[in-house]
Every structure is written in C-alpha cells, then in structure tokens.
C-alpha cells in the first residue's frame, strides 16, 4: 500500500485532487519517492524508500530529512536543496550518504525537482532516491586499488585518471597533473577541463575512442596532444577501462596517462638518419656502378689476352682483381635492389614463364658457383607445364641467390638438388643442400638484411648478408612466399611459391 500521508502535514489542494495518479506514481515506483516539505520535513514517503531506510512511513513522519542525512553529507545537501528552492532552477541531482534505522550506512543516486504554486512560490520538492550503496562501494573498492596503484606508479612516467560517467566527475593523479606542468589542484575535476587540454585537431579522438569503447567495446587506447602549462604540447598514450554495473550501463572509466613525446621525437628523428642513410647509400651506390663498370670491362679484356700475352703470375693477380671486383659490383647492385625494393620502384617485366625452362636456365647461368664450391646441381623429376606470369631476370636472381647460398654451406662434392611442382593453384620451386642446416637461434633473422648465419664462414665464403632479403622481396613482389625447413648437420630446403596462369594467361585468383 501507499505510505499514508503524515496527519499534521498541510498538503495543497491540486495534489489531494491528484491523489490516485501520485498513489500509483509512488505505490508502484521501484525506487524510494519522497515528497520533502521546505524545512525538510517527510510530507509523503513509499514503500521502497521506506525499506530503503529501515524506518516506517509513521517514523518517518516526524523526522526531516537531515535527521537521516550522514552528518558529513549534511551541509552539501543543505546547500543542494537551496539551490533549488531558492533559485530559478527546475532540478538538480546528488549522491549522499543516508543513516539506517540500526545505523547503518547507505548511499542513494537523489534526483530532486521543486513543485511551485500559480505565484512561482515553492512548495515542495519531490525526490526519486536510488539505493548505489553496492554500486558505491565496489567502486570505492576500486578507487582505493587505483590509488594504491598510483602510488606504487608515483615514481613512473604514468598519471592515472579515473572518470564518474553519471556524474562528470574527474579523477586525476599529482603525476597525471604534473606531466603538463600543473600543481595538484590547478586543474579542474570535470571532463571538460580535461578537453580543454586536448589540442583542438584531436578531440574528434577522443569523443569516437570513447563512443567505440562504451557502445562495441573496442580498446580505449590511442595517442593525443595535450597542451602543457607553458603552451606547448606534449604526446599523450592514453589508455583505459569502463566498468559497468548489473544492468551493464557504464559507470565510470578509470585509466592511465603516459608522456610520449620523447619517444615519438625520437622516431622522428630515426626516420630522419634512415631517410639520410638510404640517400647516402644510393648515391654511394650509383656513384660507384659507372667506374666500377668499366674496371670490370677492362679487366675482362686483359683476362681475355686480347691486349697482349700475360705472364702467369701476373695472370693471377688479374684473376683475383676481376673476381673481388665482381663480387663488389654484386654488392652495389644488391644495395640498389634494396633501395628499389623498399621505396617501391622495382618494376616487373612481367610474362609467361615455364618453370622447367627456368630451372634449366638457372642451372645454366649458375654453373660457375658449382665450379667454385666443387658441388653439383641436380634437377629432380619436374612436371611439365608448369606455367606462372614473372619478370624472368628478377626470378633467375631469386634462383642465383638460393643456389649460390646453398653451394656456398655444402661440403665439397655435395649435391644441390632442385624441383618443381604445381598443387592448388601455386608453383612450386625447391632447392634442397646438404650442408650444416640453419642453427635455431638463426631462423626468425633468416630474411632480414645485413644478417648472416656464420658470421666467419661467409666472410670467407663472400656474400653481402642482403641476398635472402631481395629473394623474399621480389618472391613477395610476384604474389608468392617463401619459407625454409633446415635440420641440423643434413641441411636446407629453400621453397617459393608463386601463383600459377590459367590457360588465358592470367594469374590465378586474379
């Protein structure tokens, strides 16, 4: 039933003549409804505010409402409930603690709006109170965790941050403060004094960040400007979590902030010696090519006895200045490869390839690495008719770096062994050694550039280290991949896939 009404009270005229609509606004209300007359006395109180307090409606009828007010709560819900009977407002809203009959302490979520006469004078307020105390002290719980969490962070880059979603409330750490040059109570508590902070070209962030988290769940984790006390801005990763209640509305969000710009500046600046660094090593590089061209050119002809009968001793020497100065002129063109490849202006000259032939040419144009490293290349049974669509000197220098590794770790007098093969729309091309395998710890460096297995022996053997890197990257430039499968002490098998043409000549999948 409706709580009665308290006898002494003096209600006015319109609500008796409403009595059935506020019996059923209040009987049926799932939350505690109060009528407060304008010294704070009970006029009118339900079931669920009753049970809420642990009083009757007949004890409560002689009490005000501070007398159930948490002493500390007192002033600021004096003050609440003059601002609205006092001033030009309709309602207002406020969390406080209420005292139970046993003693016990509660929290409830008070919604307040003022009921005036036809003058504009006030009668009454009317409050809907919503029982938090469990919402409250979960997060209180929380709050005391976060803070012991930002003091154990006290001496770390990171400012915590923790935001009341019903109420606009906003927490902030000293350090969270400080970061940006302020004192701990320069700043405000509300979310627009943090947004205040944040540069004008990045608020658009925060506001979709927040409605992604809130509403899909995506992670609240991005990176903003903020504006330091002396003007300038700082890099700010921002980072956090809204926690919900039972009927999963959010409640608040708490997080940390951490001061980035050092790092951010830092890869500015390493973009920047990498940018220089690629410049010097193309000029460097191109430099090189024309000279180095034509001692190579005029070496041939000497080796050749074209320009006269050569001593053999002076023979040898010519031989090791032509061969080391073939091996440079590999490293200039591998570093060009590099430069092409990584800035996206190595350009394929794309057309039919069979892959029996490519083998076959590799094996041709490849003979003096076997001659070298005294091993053997050998085809193995390949099925013909294995048609891709390539640029065939870029794949015959995929086959010369994968041969010339492997007959550089073979033992001498090894077998290298290459085939092909076709299944589910993919060429298949394999070249299988015999030598030492790959060491584990060697694997996921495998294609990176400038790195190599055995240090010692590929300074003795020659190579650049960028080989495998080219390969992977002109094997990926075609649609295709690349791996390896290496056992210790038995060897290597290199395997690149590429998409194979149907019989209209287009790649398949395409």
């Known amino acids: 039933m409706m709580a009665k009404n308290n006898p002494d ?9 409403n009595k059935e609509l506020f019996k059923h606004i209040f009987e049926y209300a ?17 079931q669920s505010f009753c049970e809420f307090i642990g009083y009757s409606s007949k004890e409560l009828y002689s009490k005000t409402v501070f007398d159930v007010t948490h002493p500390d709560d007192r002033k600021k819900s004096i003050n609440h409930r003059k601002n609205i009977t006092r001033q030009a407002i309709e309602s207002n809203q406020e969390e406080k603690r209420y005292i139970r009959k046993n003693g016990e302490v509660v929290w409830g979520l008070l919604n307040r709006s003022v009921v005036k006469d036809a003058k504009g004078r006030t009668q009454y307020t009317i409050g809907q109170v919503q029982d938090i105390t469990e919402l409250k002290e979960t997060q209180e719980t929380i709050i005391q965790s976060d803070k012991r969490y930002a003091r154990a962070l006290a001496g770390t880059m990171d400012g915590i941050w923790e935001l009341n979603l019903l109420t606009g409330d906003d927490f902030k750490s000293p350090r969270w403060s400080s970061m940006l040059g302020y004192g701990e109570d320069e700043l405000g508590n509300t979310r627009e004094d943090f947004l205040n902070l944040v540069h004008p070209d990045d608020l658009a962030i925060v506001d979709d960040r927040l409605r992604a988290h809130l509403e899909e769940g995506v992670p609240y984790d991005y990176t903003i400007r903020m504006r330091h006390k002396q003007g300038h801005y700082l890099y700010i990763h921002a980072r956090g979590q809204a926690y919900r209640d039972e009927s999963n509305t959010p409640i608040y969000m708490s997080g940390a902030h951490t001061d980035i710009t050092e790092k951010i500046e830092a890869e500015r600046d390493l973009i ?24 190579i050119g005029s070496l041939a002809i000497l080796n050749s006895g074209k320009a006269g009968e050569l001593s053999d001793k002076f023979k040898s020497v010519l031989d090791i200045a032509q061969r080391n100065s073939q091996r440079l002129s590999l490293l200039v063109n591998d570093l060009l490869d ?14 039919r390839i069979d892959v029996v032939e490519l083998i076959e040419e590799s094996i041709e144009v490849n003979k003096g690495y076997s001659d070298e490293y005294g091993v053997y290349f050998r085809l193995l049974e390949t099925p013909p008719n294995i048609v891709i669509k390539g640029d065939k000197d870029r794949l015959l220098q995929v086959m010369s770096n994968l041969m010339s590794n492997a007959s550089k770790f073979s033992p001498s007098g090894g077998v290298i062994e290459i085939s092909g093969s076709a299944s589910d729309g993919l060429a298949s091309i394999s070249i299988t050694d015999h030598g ?15 790195t190599q297995a055995d240090s010692t022996a590929t300074r003795h053997k020659g190579g650049t280290g960028l080989g495998l890197s080219i390969t992977k990257s002109i094997v990926e430039q075609h649609g295709g991949n690349i791996s390896f499968k290496t056992q210790k002490g038995k060897g290597t098998t290199f395997t690149f896939t590429l998409p194979l043409i149907n019989e209209t000549g287009a790649a398949d999948g395409q």
Do not use: C, Y
């Open 30 to 46: 799932p939350i505690g409804m109060t009528i407060i007359g304008l010294k704070g006395e009970f006029l009118v109180v339900n």
């Open 272 to 295: 920047k010696a990498m940018r220089l660094k690629n410049e010097f090593v193309s000029t460097v590089s191109h430099e090189l090519r024309t000279p180095l061209t034509s001692i």
């Open 436 to 450: 030492s395998g790959i060491p584990k710890e060697f694997h996921d460096q495998v294609f990176d550039k400038f």
């Open 338 to 351: 590099i430069e092409k490849l990584e800035f996206g202006q190595l350009q394929l000259n794309e057309r």
């Open 9 to 17: 009270s003096a209600l006015p005229a319109d609500f008796i003549d």
